[in-house]
């Protein structure tokens, strides 16, 4: 690797040649951050040879199975967690629809009781009419029945005014 970069290094003064000042600076910078990176991937290799750990294929297989099995377990975790979350959502939404329920069935009740009132109200005013028209019948009755004497009476009075008008003119003839 260091030699992949040394080379590029000797290549660079030969760029430089053909480009303006503020490009190779921008050039410099740019070799300088791919050799420093080149160095630290030389470090990380390094550092993963020296910890890595080799191991039969059973150990591997073993590890392997373990790894997927804490997978799941997490997969699962979640999944009971979402499932908690929407058996919450659930309870909360069915403890709404009781509580509605409940202030429909007392609203009808209110309005069956108040049904009942206005009928019990509508029965009486039809007593209490009936009973006023029983009355004006009565009424009706006797003032037929009056009405019927001052005819009567009338008829006598007009039957008496001629009768003595009759004997007036008799009275005042005889004078």
């Known amino acids: ?3 992949i970069w040394q080379g590029k290094k000797e290549n660079q003064h030969t760029a430089e040649v ?12 740019a070799i300088s951050n791919l050799s420093e990176m080149g160095s630290t991937l030389d470090s990380l290799q390094k550092l ?14 073993q590890a392997s199975t373990n790894s997927v099995q804490a997978r799941n377990a997490v997969a699962l975790e979640r999944r009971v967690k979402t499932l908690e979350r929407e ?3 659930a309870i909360t939404a069915s403890a709404c629809a009781r509580t509605e329920k ?17 009928l019990k109200e ?3 005013t039809t007593k209490i009419f009936e009973l006023h028209m029983e ?21 006598i ?9 009759g004997n007036s003119a008799e009275n005042n003839l005889d004078i």
């Open 1 to 3: 690797m260091e030699e």
């Open 18 to 29: 053909g480009m303006g000042n503020g490009a190779s600076e921008r050039w410099n910078a």
């Open 48 to 61: 993963l040879l020296q910890k890595a750990v080799y191991v039969d294929e059973e150990a591997f297989a």
């Open 87 to 89: 058996l919450d959502a």
């Open 102 to 118: 409940r202030q429909a069935e007392a609203g009808q009740r209110a309005a069956e009781a108040r049904t009942q009132e206005v």
């Open 122 to 124: 509508l029965e009486n």
């Open 135 to 155: 009355e004006l019948r009565t009424k009706h009755e006797e003032i037929t029945k009056k009405d019927g004497e001052i005819k009567v009476l009338q008829a």
């Open 157 to 165: 009075i007009q039957t008496l005014s001629k009768g003595t008008t």
